[in-house]
């Protein structure tokens, strides 16, 4: 089973390991990518008035345009604790144990603007690109990452159960068929169903949380529920690849 999170604005600061090497993160396939899209991004950092503007930052976000900077210079930590935020704040992932981490390492990948996809495991700088962001002299991202992402995605995933917790922005940049979604509504009184930001993120932390500690390996969406519920959640079954979580 693999669990696809989405990434998040937020990154920790710092790191514990060297400088990026694309060379070592997961799939490959992605590398050359990678390498263009960090090129473009430092060379833009030069222009903070033309970052801003491409990157949706306000005038205060001098730091995350450093952060730009010093992409290929600045120390790295593993995907797992790089992305913060709501959703991971509800994954928790700093609670577990050596064995739960290396599971976690095991059953998590992250979708990124920046790098595709990588593995929970693979080792990152902090970094600024969001999927909706738009790069002086290149298409869309999705234009940019979809020729080489989704046939990564295809083979990186052969044979496995894929829960993609990924928002559509980063669905978009490569998607994976009959992957399984989880679709997180809120229930108003008078029985109404909606789509809550911040309900949505950590509920989708409790759920990849859940997904990685479980004993079990899930092969179908009826076996996802049921891990769901073990963990708490309330959940129905909507088809074969979508799972609803209710708050």
């Known amino acids: 089973m693999l669990v696809i999170l989405p990434p998040s604005e937020t990154k920790s600061d710092g790191g514990e390991l060297g400088p990026l090497e694309l060379d070592a993160l997961s799939l490959p396939q992605l590398t050359a990518v990678r390498d263009k899209l960090v090129t473009e991004l430092i060379s ?27 992409l290929r210079t600045s120390a790295t930590r593993p995907a797992l604790t790089r992305y913060t935020g709501v959703l991971y704040d509800a994954l928790d992932a700093t609670s577990f144990t050596e064995p739960q981490r290396d599971k976690a390492f095991a059953r998590l990948a992250i979708g990124s603007a920046l790098f595709g996809m990588v593995r929970a495991s693979d080792p990152i700088p902090a970094y600024r690109l969001s999927g909706g962001s738009k790069l002086p002299g290149l298409p869309t991202l999705a234009s940019v990452w979809k020729p080489a992402l989704v046939p990564a995605l295809r083979e990186e995933t052969a044979g496995e159960l894929v829960v993609d917790l990924r928002s559509g922005t980063y669905q978009q940049l490569g998607r994976i068929p009959g992957a399984i979604t989880a679709t997180v509504l809120t229930e108003r009184p008078d029985g109404t169903r909606t789509v809550v930001s911040h309900f949505n993120k950590h509920h989708k932390g409790l759920l990849a ?39």
């Open 44 to 70: 833009l950092a030069d222009d903070a008035d033309a970052a801003r503007t491409a990157l949706g930052l306000g005038k205060g976000a001098d730091a995350e345009i450093a952060r730009n900077a010093a």
């Open 209 to 247: 949380r859940a997904l990685v500690l479980t004993r079990s390996e899930p092969a179908t969406v009826r076996d996802l529920a049921k891990v769901a519920e073990k963990a708490g959640l309330r959940v129905e079954i909507a088809s074969s690849t979508e799972l609803l979580v209710l708050t």
